[in-house]
């Protein structure tokens, strides 16, 4: 079969990666694509929002499958285009893509079914919301309702920064229109981890536990950022807390999407808090993590190719994924000064050197050819996975191919999955 895998990060290439190793298949084309990418698929010079160009590229090539990487394309209805031309699509249609397209929808949906999350307020009114920040106190969560990729989430410690956040997002839209309506809520403290599960708007088949490094520095310290890292299995997430998220979340939203007449069909991703054992939903993602997706893939020892297919056409059937028992860890190598300005098209070196490492895979996010040599082209640049017996070996490789690669002014945190190996002492 032919697969098209649509997006050009590092979580699409672990797609990639993942679904040419299917005997299944036997082409892979990835629009856009990157130079990572271009050594396992044939990449399409369409973008990720091209939605009719990117229909009619699967039809004339005759596409059995197409995997959506990103949440752009989803919220824009590409979904809802492919299948109305007769072809199969991983991934939700546009109304079921609101679960991250629209922070408001979300918690509504949750408040509607029971599901445990933070109490919020939403707000359209930047007044209103200023009112409400003085009468709740902080610390305090002020999020951008719409998509901001990764970045319009505030967690304010204090009433001063939480009104400042309502002003940069309402007033000064630093988001555009993502910022047109804000969503305040409590604060959660605990432990965050990320819960992935394949559905076919009825059925779900859970993936293995991970979790994900949002602050750019060590130590949870500085700005949200898309993802600094990640690992899987994620101890914070027992055999007795996984069932309670299944039961408690997963199936609820699957049901209550369902019920509120916009079936939800590919991979739903859970952001968790987690204290005292007990789990709440702190955001829904309509599509795999980045760079949760590179541990989980490499773990993954199923052929991910069938449960794609069964998702997409409303059958999946199967009921478990085998993994390899061993631990994978995700490095992000990032630009210098994300996720603020920084630099592009620094050559980087060491890559040829670090693919020679066993059980290690250089995922490429944000880089570029330029004049024959590999450069950066993003915030996010590298996922540098690898497989271990245990997460601390798997820390140890990751960062062994990590100290290969190179270039002007790199940034990496030095801490991605200590928090397992807190936990495990």
């Known amino acids: 079969m032919k697969v098209l895998v649509i997006g050009g990060g590092g979580r699409e290439h672990a797609l990639v990666w993942k679904i040419v190793q299917s005997p299944l298949v036997e082409q892979v084309y990835c629009a856009p694509g990157n130079p990572g990418i271009a050594e396992l698929a044939e990449c399409v010079h369409i973008n990720v929002d091209e939605i009719e160009a990117l229909r009619d590229f699967a039809l004339a090539e005759q596409i059995d499958l197409t995997v959506v990487g990103p949440e752009i394309p989803l919220t824009l209805g590409i979904v809802d285009s492919f299948k109305a031309a007769g072809l199969d699509i991983f991934g939700p249609s546009k109304s079921a893509a609101r679960i991250e397209g629209s922070k408001g929808f979300s918690k509504d949906l949750m408040a509607r079914h029971g599901i445990p999350t933070a109490a919020y307020k939403s707000f359209s009114d930047h007044s209103e919301a200023v009112a409400y920040i003085k009468e709740q106190g902080a610390p305090i969560v ?95 997430v027992t055999d007795v807390l996984h069932q309670v998220i299944v039961d408690t979340i997963v199936k609820p939203t699957i049901a209550g999407m369902a019920a509120d007449g916009c079936p939800y ?119 540098v996975t690898a497989l271990g017996d245990s997460v601390q070996d798997a820390i140890e490789k990751a960062y062994q191919g990590v100290a290969l690669i190179e270039w002007e002014k790199v940034h990496f945190r030095h801490d991605i999955g200590a928090k397992a190996l807190n936990r495990s002492h």
């Open 142 to 236: 002020i999020k951008a309702d719409g998509l901001a990729a990764g970045k319009g989430v505030v967690v304010a410690m204090t009433e001063a920064d939480a009104v400042a956040a309502v002003d940069e997002i309402m007033l000064d839209k630093v988001f555009g229109t993502a910022g047109a309506s804000v969503v305040i809520e409590e604060y959660m403290d605990g432990e965050e981890a990320s819960f992935f599960a394949f559905t076919d708007g009825r059925n779900i088949l859970p993936l293995a536990s991970s979790q994900d490094h949002k602050r750019v520095n060590d130590n949870d310290q500085g700005p949200n950022t898309g993802g600094m890292g990640a690992y899987s299995p994620a101890p914070v």
């Open 265 to 383: 069909c590919g991979i739903l991703y859970v952001g968790l808090m987690i204290k005292d054992g007990q789990p709440r939903v702190v955001e829904y993602n309509a599509r795999f993590g980045d760079p949760e997706a590179q541990p989980l893939l490499m773990r993954m020892k199923s052929d991910i190719v069938p449960v794609l297919q069964a998702c997409a056409r409303g059958e999946l059937k199967q009921d478990a994924i085998a993994w390899h028992d061993k631990a994978a860890v995700c490095v992000v190598m990032a630009s210098g000064g994300y996720p603020a300005e920084f630099a592009k098209g620094l050559p980087i070196s060491g890559l040829d050197a670090a693919a020679e490492l066993d059980d290690l895979v250089v995922f490429h996010a944000g880089t570029a050819f330029k004049q024959g040599q590999i450069v950066n082209n993003g915030g996010r640049v590298l996922g």
